[in-house]
Protein backbone atom coordinates (compact mmCIF):
# COMPACT_ATOMS: atom_id res chain seq x y z
CA UNK A 1 0.00 0.00 0.00
CA UNK A 2 1.60 3.18 -1.14
CA UNK A 3 -0.55 6.02 0.60
CA UNK A 4 -2.29 6.74 3.78
CA UNK A 5 -5.25 7.10 2.25
CA UNK A 6 -4.91 3.41 0.39
CA UNK A 7 -4.90 2.29 4.11
CA UNK A 8 -7.40 3.46 5.58
CA UNK A 9 -9.71 2.79 2.39
CA UNK A 10 -8.24 -1.06 3.42
CA UNK A 11 -8.97 -1.16 7.09
CA UNK A 12 -12.26 0.30 6.60
CA UNK A 13 -12.99 -2.21 3.66
CA UNK A 14 -11.69 -4.89 5.73
CA UNK A 15 -14.37 -3.95 8.73
CA UNK A 16 -17.24 -3.38 6.42
CA UNK A 17 -16.71 -7.31 5.77
CA UNK A 18 -17.29 -8.07 9.50
CA UNK A 19 -13.86 -8.26 10.55
CA UNK A 20 -13.10 -7.31 14.04
CA UNK A 21 -10.67 -4.84 15.24
CA UNK A 22 -8.48 -7.22 16.42
CA UNK A 23 -8.88 -9.35 12.85
CA UNK A 24 -7.88 -6.36 10.57
CA UNK A 25 -5.04 -5.96 12.95
CA UNK A 26 -3.43 -9.50 12.46
CA UNK A 27 -4.27 -9.06 9.03
CA UNK A 28 -2.65 -5.85 8.38
CA UNK A 29 0.22 -6.34 10.97
CA UNK A 30 -0.53 -3.17 12.97
CA UNK A 31 -1.40 -2.21 16.15
CA UNK A 32 -5.34 -2.22 17.60
CA UNK A 33 -5.00 1.58 18.26
CA UNK A 34 -3.45 2.08 14.78
CA UNK A 35 -6.74 0.40 13.44
CA UNK A 36 -8.92 2.07 15.67
CA UNK A 37 -8.00 5.12 14.64
CA UNK A 38 -7.81 4.72 11.09
CA UNK A 39 -11.49 3.47 11.20
CA UNK A 40 -12.35 6.82 13.22
CA UNK A 41 -9.72 8.88 11.40
CA UNK A 42 -12.54 11.27 10.20
CA UNK A 43 -14.19 11.71 13.66
CA UNK A 44 -11.54 11.48 16.22
CA UNK A 45 -8.50 13.21 14.74
CA UNK A 46 -5.94 13.65 16.96
CA UNK A 47 -2.23 12.41 16.93
CA UNK A 48 -1.41 10.13 14.78
CA UNK A 49 -0.21 6.33 16.52
CA UNK A 50 3.33 5.88 16.43
CA UNK A 51 3.54 2.28 14.05
CA UNK A 52 5.14 1.20 11.37
CA UNK A 53 3.03 -1.14 8.02
CA UNK A 54 4.92 -4.13 7.18
CA UNK A 55 3.35 -5.70 3.64
CA UNK A 56 5.12 -8.93 3.16
CA UNK A 57 2.84 -10.14 0.79
CA UNK A 58 5.62 -10.43 -2.05
CA UNK A 59 6.38 -13.39 0.46
CA UNK A 60 3.47 -14.49 2.44
CA UNK A 61 1.48 -15.30 -1.51
CA UNK A 62 4.12 -17.15 -3.13
CA UNK A 63 4.54 -20.26 -1.90
CA UNK A 64 8.02 -20.71 -2.50
CA UNK A 65 9.49 -17.48 -0.89
CA UNK A 66 7.33 -18.23 1.75
CA UNK A 67 9.29 -22.19 2.32
CA UNK A 68 12.35 -19.93 1.91
CA UNK A 69 11.36 -17.78 4.80
CA UNK A 70 10.26 -20.88 6.76
CA UNK A 71 13.82 -22.26 6.12
CA UNK A 72 15.47 -19.06 6.94
CA UNK A 73 13.99 -18.41 10.34
CA UNK A 74 15.00 -22.08 10.89
CA UNK A 75 18.43 -21.31 10.78
CA UNK A 76 18.31 -18.37 12.74
CA UNK A 77 16.72 -20.34 15.50
CA UNK A 78 20.00 -22.83 14.93
CA UNK A 79 22.35 -20.16 14.87
CA UNK A 80 21.58 -18.55 18.08
CA UNK A 81 21.38 -21.68 20.17
CA UNK A 82 24.59 -21.97 18.85
CA UNK A 83 25.76 -18.43 19.54
CA UNK A 84 24.73 -18.92 22.67
CA UNK A 85 26.97 -21.87 23.60
CA UNK A 86 23.99 -24.41 24.04
CA UNK A 87 25.21 -27.87 23.62
CA UNK A 88 22.71 -30.06 22.32
CA UNK A 89 21.82 -31.63 25.64
CA UNK A 90 21.04 -28.27 26.96
CA UNK A 91 19.11 -27.51 23.98
CA UNK A 92 20.78 -26.50 20.93
CA UNK A 93 18.18 -29.39 19.42
CA UNK A 94 15.22 -28.69 17.56
CA UNK A 95 11.81 -28.23 19.82
CA UNK A 96 9.45 -30.95 20.05
CA UNK A 97 6.65 -29.07 18.83
CA UNK A 98 6.40 -26.19 16.67
CA UNK A 99 2.96 -23.67 17.38
CA UNK A 100 1.66 -21.68 14.77
CA UNK A 101 -0.26 -18.34 15.98
CA UNK A 102 -3.24 -17.96 14.31
CA UNK A 103 -3.68 -16.55 11.72
CA UNK A 104 -0.24 -15.67 9.68
CA UNK A 105 2.31 -17.64 11.84
CA UNK A 106 0.40 -20.99 10.86
CA UNK A 107 1.73 -21.54 7.25
CA UNK A 108 4.87 -20.70 8.69
CA UNK A 109 5.10 -22.76 11.37
CA UNK A 110 3.48 -25.94 9.32
CA UNK A 111 6.31 -25.34 6.72
CA UNK A 112 9.65 -25.23 9.88
CA UNK A 113 7.71 -28.24 11.29
CA UNK A 114 8.25 -30.06 8.11
CA UNK A 115 11.30 -29.62 7.64
CA UNK A 116 12.84 -30.30 10.66
CA UNK A 117 10.57 -33.24 11.33
CA UNK A 118 8.81 -31.30 14.80
CA UNK A 119 4.49 -32.33 15.56
CA UNK A 120 2.77 -29.25 14.82
CA UNK A 121 0.21 -27.12 16.52
CA UNK A 122 -1.94 -23.87 16.13
CA UNK A 123 -2.73 -21.28 19.10
CA UNK A 124 -5.60 -19.35 18.64
CA UNK A 125 -5.52 -16.35 20.50
CA UNK A 126 -8.14 -15.28 23.21
CA UNK A 127 -8.60 -11.99 20.68
CA UNK A 128 -10.36 -14.27 18.07
CA UNK A 129 -12.37 -16.10 20.28
CA UNK A 130 -16.24 -15.37 20.93
CA UNK A 131 -18.20 -15.53 23.86
CA UNK A 132 -18.48 -13.66 27.01
CA UNK A 133 -15.06 -15.12 28.77
CA UNK A 134 -12.87 -15.41 25.61
CA UNK A 135 -9.52 -16.96 26.24
CA UNK A 136 -6.94 -18.67 23.85
CA UNK A 137 -6.16 -22.46 23.32
CA UNK A 138 -4.52 -25.08 21.05
CA UNK A 139 -6.52 -26.56 18.10
CA UNK A 140 -7.03 -30.20 19.35
CA UNK A 141 -6.58 -31.97 16.30
CA UNK A 142 -3.43 -31.05 16.18
CA UNK A 143 -0.38 -31.75 18.49
CA UNK A 144 -0.58 -31.05 22.60
CA UNK A 145 2.54 -29.41 24.60
CA UNK A 146 2.62 -31.41 27.77
CA UNK A 147 6.52 -32.40 28.68
CA UNK A 148 7.46 -31.00 25.32
CA UNK A 149 9.55 -28.57 24.10
CA UNK A 150 8.07 -25.80 22.02
CA UNK A 151 8.96 -23.54 19.45
CA UNK A 152 6.77 -20.32 18.95
CA UNK A 153 5.94 -18.83 15.28
CA UNK A 154 4.37 -15.58 14.00
CA UNK A 155 4.58 -13.42 11.41
CA UNK A 156 5.09 -9.81 12.95
CA UNK A 157 4.99 -8.88 17.38
CA UNK A 158 3.42 -5.99 17.20
CA UNK A 159 3.21 -5.36 20.68
CA UNK A 160 4.06 -8.66 22.13
CA UNK A 161 0.51 -9.28 23.84
CA UNK A 162 -0.72 -12.48 21.89
CA UNK A 163 3.33 -13.84 22.36
CA UNK A 164 2.95 -13.42 26.45
CA UNK A 165 -0.55 -15.28 26.42
CA UNK A 166 0.41 -17.68 24.12
CA UNK A 167 3.86 -18.41 26.42
CA UNK A 168 1.00 -18.45 29.33
CA UNK A 169 -1.04 -21.03 27.96
CA UNK A 170 1.78 -23.18 27.02
CA UNK A 171 3.56 -22.93 30.72
CA UNK A 172 -0.33 -23.65 32.11
CA UNK A 173 -0.69 -26.90 30.06
CA UNK A 174 2.88 -28.46 31.20
CA UNK A 175 4.96 -27.54 27.78
CA UNK A 176 8.13 -26.01 27.92
CA UNK A 177 8.59 -22.95 25.43
CA UNK A 178 11.99 -22.81 24.26
CA UNK A 179 12.40 -19.86 21.91
CA UNK A 180 10.15 -17.14 19.59
CA UNK A 181 10.69 -17.22 16.34
CA UNK A 182 8.91 -13.96 13.72
CA UNK A 183 10.06 -12.39 10.43
CA UNK A 184 9.94 -9.00 11.91
CA UNK A 185 9.93 -7.59 15.27
CA UNK A 186 8.48 -3.83 15.25
CA UNK A 187 9.39 -3.84 19.38
CA UNK A 188 13.01 -4.64 19.23
CA UNK A 189 12.74 -7.22 21.72
CA UNK A 190 15.27 -9.77 22.77
CA UNK A 191 12.83 -12.09 24.82
CA UNK A 192 9.09 -12.03 26.24
CA UNK A 193 8.66 -13.48 29.52
CA UNK A 194 11.84 -14.65 29.89
CA UNK A 195 11.48 -16.82 26.36
CA UNK A 196 14.27 -15.78 23.82
CA UNK A 197 13.23 -13.82 20.35
CA UNK A 198 14.39 -14.54 17.24
CA UNK A 199 13.82 -12.16 14.31
CA UNK A 200 14.39 -12.20 10.62
CA UNK A 201 14.24 -8.25 10.52
CA UNK A 202 14.49 -5.68 13.73
CA UNK A 203 11.86 -2.77 12.36
CA UNK A 204 12.60 0.34 14.63
CA UNK A 205 11.35 4.49 14.22
CA UNK A 206 14.03 6.71 14.80
CA UNK A 207 11.84 10.14 14.76
Known amino acids: MSSLDELISKARLLHSEGRSTSQISDELSLSAETVTWLLTREKSGGDVPRDVLIDW ?12 AASMMAQRFYFAREQAGLSEEEGSGFPDVVIGIAHSGIPLATLIAGNEGAMFAMYHPKKHAQGDSPSGSLNSSFAGVSNR ?19 EYI ?14 DKRGLKEIGGVPLYSLVKVERID
Request: aromatic letters at 2%; charged letters at 15%.
Open 57 to 68: SSISCDSNNLCL
Open 149 to 167: SCLIVDDVVTTGNTITEAI
Open 171 to 184: RKHGGEPVGILVLF
